[in-house]
């Protein structure tokens, strides 16, 4: 019925006349969180993040638990979501849709005035959301009060305002608090496909974060830090999200790379993350700063989920759990069900709060899992999530073909953001799609691949081409069944000093033309390296992107073969 019976209200706290307000982007449809804060008499803040108990209705080996096992966690897809769960629980039942009441599971914290999080207790409750806000609102009335729209948005929620007002000094006592602790703190764009009439992209354009992003962010991430210290503290059968360390291999590469910018990196052996936030800090305002920042992204591994909890590099943290989302990730169904049963198991911990009449759960009902299951699980979502990146990834490649498809022959300015034994990868600019220059359409030459330093160099005329460079591009090719996009190289390179052919003038407007004879025939193309993500508490440092067929080369010089290129740059959706 989309509604609550009589007897969902029972051995609940009620928090219907509490302020909880949820915070989203204008096309969310399913609501998982709301947020209340307000300040305390004696300092520091009392924060409420309220998430939608989804536990409450999908029971372990029911059959829409069956199937949200199976899918792991939701699709999104550009103006389209394929959900873990069915819409009348994912957009219904579960959201916290405003105005009427749900369930939630709670999470109340004290936060000092230093940004940390000094006690915290999870509870069942039945919820009202006050209403449905949007990052661009909360955004313009705290950080654009005194324009025309933040005003009149001020006078529209002013009970609320003071609630967003705590929730904004709380944010930044929350980032000084992140800042001391050496969190790495990426920021990178994303992208946003704007459809026409005829369902076909009408623009690419980039989407920016303002402090409500950030607000829900910080928010969100003492909840399932809070979940994980409980889970960790009684030895609950769950599912961790780890990011561990990165690998030496990578971090030499990485020195290697740093040393020739001569940026200081002091990690010797084992980094810690605050390393790498003092080289993002030491590069702010650089031209490079970009292509930098996705070196880094690159040398780090990519999150997972375990039973066994190995802490969080990214986000340095010792425990980390996904709590917030558990109408679209299975993993955090799974942290909620260890929390209910922990919640109603007698235990008499501050860490939790039962209603005084609340029965207890047997573990078998709600919780029937051991370790072998818990690894199976890990395994298993882990899997979807790269799975469900992967689909999206090849939705939005076909659509950008698609809409390059009618501009072949076009030039536009664009940066190397990819650089492989095979091509360079080009990201157009102002459009944001993303194509491959094959070595075969580079100028006569031997192209040595330097994979430390992510550039091709020519042997006779000593022409370099690198990540984070400038080019002007032709639209050669699109191909829509295998989502990609061939250019040709108009300008763009730089020229060695040390080369044989220093005396020789560089083209001005082409660089481009037949491929010379290579030395290596044996030579084959490789695998594009990952494109930059934004690191958020998802914080999934990218792995390598397949590149169609090609495989890796382990050759220094480049043979020139038959074109071959990439779908449009991969983008991944969704907060936290």
């Known amino acids: 019925t989309g509604e609550l019976v009589k007897k969902d209200y029972a051995h609940r706290v009620d928090l219907r006349q509490t302020p909880l307000v949820t915070i989203d982007g204008e096309d969310a449809k399913d609501f998982d ?32 638990d069956v199937e949200a096992q199976r899918r792991g966690n939701s699709v999104y897809f550009p103006e389209h979501v394929v959900p873990m769960l069915p819409e009348s629980l994912s957009n219904g039942l579960c959201s916290l849709n405003p105005h009427v009441d749900r369930l939630a599971l709670v999470c109340e914290m004290s936060v000092s005035k230093a940004g940390n999080v000094s006690r915290f207790s999870f509870f069942e409750a039945v919820i009202c959301s006050h209403a449905r806000l949007t990052y661009t ?3 313009k009335i705290l950080q654009e009060a005194d324009s025309e729209e933040g005003s009149a948005l001020r006078q529209q929620y002013v009970a609320l305002v003071p609630h967003l007002e705590d929730l904004y000094d709380l944010y930044h006592a929350l980032r000084s608090q992140r800042a001391e602790r050496g969190a790495i703190d990426f920021e990178t764009t994303e992208t946003r496909i704007i459809f026409g009439a005829d369902r076909k992209i009408e623009k690419i354009v980039p989407t920016h974060r303002n402090d409500a992003h950030r607000i829900i962010e910080e928010c969100m991430l003492c909840a399932n830090v809070s979940a994980a210290k409980l889970l960790q503290k009684f030895k609950l059968p769950t599912l961790y999200r780890i990011h561990e360390s990165p690998k030496e291999e990578k971090l030499e590469r990485l020195r290697t790379f ?8 002091e990690a010797r052996t084992q980094p810690t993350p605050e ?20 070196v880094l992204l690159r040398s780090m591994n990519q999150a997972v989920y375990s039973p066994e909890n190995r802490g969080h590099f990214g986000l340095a943290y010792a425990a980390y759990a996904h709590f917030t989302s558990p109408i679209r990730r299975y993993p955090d169904l799974l942290v909620h069900r260890a929390i209910r049963y922990f919640i109603r198991s007698g235990n008499d911990s501050p860490m939790v709060q039962p209603t005084a009449d609340a029965p207890k759960i047997d573990q078998h009902l709600i919780l029937p899992y051991d370790t072998a299951a818990m690894i199976m699980l890990g395994e298993q979502c ?9 689909a999206t990834w090849d939705v939005v490649g076909w659509l950008k073909c698609e809409y390059m498809s009618d501009k072949i022959g076009d030039v536009f300015k664009g940066i190397i953001n990819g650089v492989t034994n095979f091509g360079l990868f080009v990201e157009l600019s102002e459009i944001y799609v993303e194509g491959l220059v094959h070595v075969s359409a580079l100028s006569n030459d031997y192209y040595h691949f330097d994979e430390v330093r992510h550039r091709l160099t020519g042997e006779r005329t000593g022409m370099v ?10 639209v050669a090719k699109v191909n829509l069944d295998d989502r990609k996009i061939d250019f040709e190289l108009l300008a763009g390179g730089r020229r060695l000093r040390w080369s044989k052919g220093e005396d020789r003038p560089v083209p001005e407007e082409k660089t481009a033309g037949k491929a010379g004879k290579q030395r290596d025939p044996a030579a084959k193309a490789g695998k594009k390296p990952a494109g930059g993500k934004k690191l958020t508490a998802d914080t999934k440092a990218p792995g390598g992107k397949p590149a169609g067929k090609h495989k890796p080369a382990g050759k220094k010089a480049v043979k020139a073969g038959p074109p071959q290129s990439q779908g449009p740059k991969k983008g991944k959706k969704k907060k936290r």
Not at 35 to 64: M, N, Q, T
Not at 382 to 390: F, I, P, Q, V
Not at 465 to 474: A, D, H, I, N, S
């Open 33 to 64: 969180d709301a947020v209340f804060c307000e300040k305390k008499k004696g300092g520091g803040w009392r924060l409420l993040v309220a998430i939608a108990d989804v536990s409450h209705y999908v029971h372990p080996d029911d059959a829409l």
């Open 137 to 139: 609102k909360v955004g």
């Open 258 to 265: 740093l040393k020739e910018l001569n940026i200081p990196f």
């Open 275 to 294: 390393d790498y936030q003092r080289v993002l800090e030491s590069i702010q305002g650089r031209p490079d700063y970009e292509m930098i920042q996705t």
């Open 382 to 390: 882990s899997m979807t999530e790269r799975r469900a990146d992967e």
């Open 465 to 474: 081409f690198g990540l984070g460079e400038p080019v002007t591009v032709r």
